[in-house]
């Protein structure tokens, strides 16, 4: 079974500090991509990585997809409150098609 | 991003009906759907992958016969809730996936089973 283990689970600060969420695996990954959801609505697409070793950055979140493409973290610089949500990282692979394997989900929550 | 449509967007019905859900790709053709549900606070679960014009196949440990899904063309595929009861109370989301393999979620089913 391809696992993607995903930390922390909860992460609850105070606006304008920085975290890092974690997603790690021991199976290796053609693309790596990153949610964000927040209640009663479906995840919405941040980035997706393919490269070992890419960064993508998106404003005040920064990507890194691991040089043996086997993890991914996610960096938020200075969050606000409305960075609060369920992040979510998923790895596909080329032998299962589209079929993503899903990280348990970090729930961020930026206190003002 | 591609937009992908559920609908309804909540259903409350009474334990013994079926409930049909509808996702539908606006804006590109979907070879493959995907059929979640998610508890509160917690990652997503793969029920079934749904290919256009043959069955679905389902993930361990769901039955295809209580969840019927039905994916007739590119960009409309059903999930139908059968002889619901109140431990299938859950959030149900659809997702379809692009040329790039990329998936783009369905907004979620509410569905309250009385």
């Known amino acids: 079974t391809q696992l993607l283990e995903q930390s922390p689970q909860f992460l609850s600060i105070q606006e304008g500090e920085n975290l890092t969420v974690y997603c790690n695996s021991s199976?290796?990954?053609?693309?790596l991509q990153w949610y964000r959801q927040e209640p009663g609505e479906g995840p919405v697409l941040l980035v997706t990585v393919v490269t070992g070793g890419e960064v993508k950055k998106l404003k005040r979140l920064t990507f890194q997809f691991g040089d043996a493409r086997k993890d991914s973290s996610l960096h938020i610089t200075a969050a606000q409150p409305g960075d609060t949500g369920l992040y979510l990282c998923a790895g596909g692979q080329e032998t299962s098609g589209s079929r993503l394997t899903f990280g348990e989900g970090t729930q961020l929550t930026v206190n003002p | 991003g591609a937009v992908v449509s559920q609908h309804p967007s909540w259903v409350i019905c009474k334990s013994g009906t079926s409930v049909k859900i509808e996702c539908r790709s606006l804006?590109?053709?979907?070879?493959?759907m995907f059929w979640y549900r998610q508890f509160p606070k917690q990652s997503l679960m793969l029920m079934a992958t749904s290919n256009e014009g043959s069955k679905a196949t389902y993930e361990q440990g769901v039955e295809k016969d209580k969840f019927l899904i039905n994916h007739a063309s590119l960009t409309l595929s059903t999930l139908t809730v059968t002889s619901a009861h109140p431990e299938d109370s859950s959030f149900y989301i659809c997702?379809?996936?692009?040329?790039?393999?990329?998936?783009?979620f369905g907004p979620g089913t509410r569905l309250t089973v009385l």
């Open positions: 997702s379809a996936s692009s040329v790039l393999n990329e998936q783009f």
């Open positions: 804006d590109f053709q979907a070879t493959t």
């Open positions: 199976s290796v990954f053609s693309s």
